[in-house]
């Protein structure tokens, strides 16, 4: 069945909310360049953000085309409001420690590496051609934060406690990357994409052995927080556009 049978509007917010996960969070990994903690780090951040951001603009492009007014990648990375981006809560969340960053890392990764490889046979052939290079992407990303949270799990009291401070503040983001609706439904009967409620185990596959490795325990909280999805972000996000967006809005329609 091919992507022409959905409907077009819902199609593009399907895209977009992938294209908004990939840029913010790539977005979030550029800002540690220069400030991390070993020469290493500085090199292979700023290279995984890369990795996402390559990606997200395969996405815009595919959204441009699919929407078919006119507006391109840059539009959409650059020229809409907070409300209108439609990226999970979690690929948002301020960096913090490198613990903290590492563990987002790996959550978002762990969720992505299961959606690309079901994304790889999927009936849209663009977005499995997108897929099919972006999972050998996320199986780096998965086994180099992967490896970081072991290491500081069950590594100093201090790099120990700072792992479990950071599973505790991104506990209330995880189950939000899981959630369905009529958009992911609809993507799903199409043969386009798995829905998120079914990577689930997938997800604790990755995430159980790592942290059974580290001494660490998954927190489920009481609540979980959502929004994301509806273009309802944190303070943070505002910040996070007014860094990203500021050369588009201070010089509109600039070119090198």
Request: proline share 5%; charged share 25%; glycine share 8%.
């Amino acid at each position: 069945m091919s992507s022409t049978t959905l409907d077009r509007e819902m199609l593009v917010t399907f895209v977009l909310r992938l294209a908004d996960d990939h840029l913010v969070l790539g977005h979030r990994l550029s800002e540690w360049c220069g400030h991390a903690p070993m020469l290493e780090e500085d090199l292979a951040m700023p290279n995984m953000a890369l990795d996402l951001i390559g990606q997200a603009r395969a996405l815009y492009a595919y959204a441009a085309e699919i929407e078919g007014r006119g507006r391109t990648e840059d539009d959409f990375a650059y020229l809409r409001r907070e409300r209108e981006y439609l990226n999970c809560l979690m690929v948002e969340r301020p960096n913090g420690d490198f613990a903290h960053t590492m563990l987002r890392q790996l959550y978002f990764a762990a969720f992505m590496e299961p959606f690309w490889k079901a994304a790889a046979t999927s009936s849209d052939e663009t977005l499995a051609g997108i897929a099919a290079k972006a999972v050998k992407e996320v199986a780096y990303h998965i086994r180099h934060a992967g490896e970081w949270v072991v290491r500081l799990g069950d590594g100093t009291e201090e790099s120990r406690r700072r792992m479990e401070a950071a599973i505790e503040s991104l506990a209330p983001f995880v189950d939000e990357m899981f959630d369905d609706d009529t958009v992911t439904v609809l993507a799903a009967e199409a043969g386009i994409t798995p829905q998120p409620s079914s990577l689930r185990p997938a997800f604790d596959r990755i995430i159980g052995p790592i942290f059974a490795e580290a001494g660490l325990s998954f927190i489920t909280p009481p609540y979980a927080q959502r929004g994301g999805r509806k273009g309802m972000h944190g303070e943070a996000m505002g910040f996070l556009l007014a860094d990203l967006q500021y050369m588009q809005r201070t010089f509109p329609g600039a070119t090198w």
